[in-house]
Nanobody, 123 residues
Framework: QVQLVESGGGLAQAGGSLRLSCAASGRTFSNYAMGWFRQAPGKERDFVARVSRGGGTTYYADSVRGRFTASRDNAKNTVYLQMNSLRTEDTAVYYC????????????????WGQGTQVTVSS
């Protein structure tokens, strides 16, 4: 029902910035809250950020709060993750996901997932 495609990943220097985009198919994008998750090698897939259906409410993991900003443009069926002040520990595959659930942090709450985009931060 919903197809998600991430883009914008790549290489960045520590202290630099990247902007990830997640494009959604379909006509019901605004029905879903959108989450960002990431998975580093050898680690679990962890919550990064969430933006509400209308874009007015955001949640962030402690590790990224103050550095990352999640937003969305429902007219474009796109959600964004602006990543500033990048650190080497931000290196991971980043995934966007869609949900109608009010549960924020668990991967189990999200119904649709993109394929992920690699973010690598070098020192």
């Amino acid at each position: 029902q919903v197809q998600l495609v991430e883009s914008g990943g790549g290489l960045a220097q520590a202290g630099g910035s990247l902007r990830l985009s997640c494009a959604a198919s379909g006509r019901t994008f605004s029905n879903y809250a959108m989450g960002w998750f990431r998975q580093a090698p050898g680690k679990e897939r962890d919550f990064v950020a969430r933006v509400s259906r209308g874009g007015g409410t955001t949640y962030y993991a402690d590790s990224v709060r103050g550095r990352f900003t999640a937003s969305r443009d429902n007219a474009k069926n796109t959600v964004y993750l602006q990543m500033n002040s990048l650190r080497t520990e931000d290196t991971a595959v980043y995934y966007c996901a869609a949900t109608t659930s009010s549960r924020i942090y668990t991967t189990q709450a999200y119904d649709y997932w993109g394929q992920g985009t690699q973010v690598t931060v070098s020192s």
